[in-house]
């Protein structure tokens, strides 16, 4: 019975069971802190990648924006290479998997007559074109980048710019 009551008050093992118990919590923690932070990231690389390519397209001259129905197919691409790399040339993406297959960035031409029909915006009578850059980017996940799952959601942003031309 001696024997009994002495493993009961042993407290040699209690730091490696206090242990076993808290490092599953730990863990989730740690590695929820780092999977949120690299959400925040890549949500906040896609909102600045498009007003980039928005701004980058209200700087293009209006000869590429004929009637403010469609944009010129260079210059879009152009754009697109903007917003998904930085660079119009279309080098390195800005964020771990975005290519132009698993992306989807649209630009669109639209006059809103409350930015003015006067002064560069005379040969618009509607007002003057508005560019609107969209992003559908998949999101990876910080597990997924390292082979551990996939993405199950898109990022999206938007933005727009009256353009003003070169």
Known sequence: MT???????DRTGSAAVEMALSLPILLVLAFGSLEVGNYFLSEH???KAVRDASRYAARLALTNYPSCTSVDATA???????????DPAGTNPRLWGW?????VVT?????????GTGGIYTDFPNGAPVVTVTATVPYTT???SMGM????????????AAVIGA
């Open 142 to 144: 910080f597990f997924g």
């Open 76 to 86: 879009a691409q152009r754009i697109r290479n903007v917003a998904r790399t930085g």
């Open 107 to 115: 630009v669109a031409c639209d006059n809103v007559s409350s930015y």
């Open 3 to 9: 024997r009994y009551r002495n493993l009961l008050a």
């Open 149 to 160: 799952g996939s993405p199950t959601f898109n990022l999206y942003a938007q933005s727009q």
């Open 99 to 103: 290519a132009d297959g698993n992306t």
């Open 45 to 47: 690389v896609v909102d």
